[in-house]
């Protein structure tokens, strides 16, 4: 594979990673999804997301930070018509945020467990928020598609969560061995 295969890819499955997550999240309470298996499909797309920042700045960018912001600005300015390269900044936050909560919920998790949910709240929205703009206001074809199909699922999901409501666990038998 070369790099911008491997880069490509990395982001691709990062993104999976995280939709992956989220839908598990939401269908838990009716699916026997252990915390670890949550806690390592979120460290896996972290990583991956991580890899995919290294070798976009190895492959396209050979770590010159100045030389990826320019090229930022420039594709910001070819999607929207305004000379941003700011974008750069909000991947960096995005991978301290992942990077930190991953190890949050590794190092404390009884602390992580007990957090507001406010807190999760507002890093899925930002890692959606980014999420949105990487795949559908700044791709096309194919990978929009993907994006808005992700995002249509993910939408169906909430709703049918919202509608169905939260199972009635006091009337679930359970049988003591």
């Keep these: 594979m070369d790099g911008p295969l491997i880069t490509a890819w990395t982001i691709r499955i990062a993104l999976l990673l995280l939709l992956a997550c989220l839908l598990l999240r939401m269908t838990r309470p009716w ?3 252990s915390e670890a298996t949550l806690r390592g499909v979120w460290t896996a797309g972290c990583l991956v997301f991580l890899a995919h920042i290294a070798a976009g700045m190895h492959f396209y ?7 990826a912001y320019e090229e930022t600005a420039q594709q910001t300015y070819d999607t929207l018509g305004i000379r941003f390269g700011g974008g750069i900044y909000v991947n960096h936050l995005m991978a301290i945020v992942w990077t930190g909560d991953v190890l949050w919920w590794w190092l404390a998790p009884q602390v992580y467990r007990q957090r507001r949910p406010l807190w999760g709240q507002m890093i899925v929205g930002f890692f959606l928020f980014i999420a949105f703009n990487g795949l559908v206001v700044f791709k096309e074809g194919s990978l929009r598609l993907a994006g808005l199909v992700g995002f249509g699922v993910l939408t169906l999901a909430w709703l049918v969560v919202q509608v169905r409501g939260k199972p009635d666990v006091s009337h679930v038998e359970t049988i003591d061995h």
């Design 31 to 33: 699916w026997s999804v």
């Design 61 to 67: 960018h050979q770590w010159d930070h100045r030389h």
